[in-house]
């Protein structure tokens, strides 16, 4: 149990363009989600935290109308990078927080997605 | 402000040997978790443990162990008898007791050497 999924995998796309990356928890309801990016050979940072129903949360820094964050349902969250350039290049990691568990729930990571912008 | 130290950058050792990663976090909350995760070159991470601040328990788990000390803030990681297969970055985490807000350390690479 406990499985989150992202899709794509991998993503190459042009500079300029708009690419949305899918964050679902699988096998449970998640109220809660969180975004993180990771540059190579970097630690993981939380770029904004997403609750299913309101807008999301956003760190410090981060720029919420480049990354729009949608979590319309309790297994979906959605990233779109708008006007991707090559510096947004980098490892985008979801994680989905178990419902059932309240706010004590553990995050469970998906597998990430490779952004390479050209 | 919550932070996590990870001082080892990189570690390199032969197989069999035992390897202690170290992590040190810095936190004004009394309640809180404390993670450490598993990142092959594949990228996707691997839980390792989950502790909270109430116990101080260490845990031991096959090869792995951990040690957390709350009065020195550390929540060392022990492999014991390594593999190659454990080759990869070591990440510690710690979280607020709502689960939010989750800081990472900077990791740390392990190599374990045929």
């Known amino acids: 149990g406990a499985v989150v999924s992202q899709h794509p995998s991998w993503v190459i796309c042009k500079s300029g363009t708009s690419v949305k990356i899918e964050c679902r928890s699988l096998d449970f309801q998640a109220t809660t989600m969180f975004w993180y990016r990771q540059f190579p050979k970097q630690s993981l940072m939380l770029m904004a935290t997403s609750n299913e129903g309101s807008k999301a949360t956003y760190e410090q820094g981060v720029e919420k109308d480049k990354f729009l964050i949608n979590h319309a349902s309790l297994t979906l969250s959605t990233l779109t990078v708008t006007s991707a350039h090559p510096e947004d290049s980098s490892f985008y990691i979801c994680?989905?927080?178990?419902?059932?568990?309240?706010?004590?729930?553990?995050?469970?990571f998906g597998p990430g997605t490779r952004l390479l912008v050209l | 402000a919550q932070k996590v130290t990870q001082a080892q950058t990189e570690i390199s050792v032969v197989e069999k040997e035992d390897v202690t990663l170290d992590c040190v976090y810095e936190t004004r909350d009394t309640t809180y978790y404390l993670f450490w995760y598993k990142q092959p070159p594949s990228g996707e991470l691997v839980f390792l443990i989950r502790r909270n601040s109430f116990d101080e328990q260490n845990e031991i788990s096959g090869r792995y162990s951990w040690n957390f000390q709350k009065s020195t803030s550390s929540f060392n990681f022990t492999i014991t008898a390594s593999q190659v297969v454990d080759s990869a970055v070591y990440f510690c985490?710690?979280?607020?007791?709502?689960?939010?807000?989750?800081?990472f350390g900077a990791g740390t690479r392990l190599t374990v050497k045929p």
């Open positions: 994680s989905a927080r178990d419902s059932s568990s309240g706010i004590f729930g553990t995050q469970y």
């Open positions: 985490a710690l979280s607020d007791y709502n689960n939010n807000d989750m800081r």
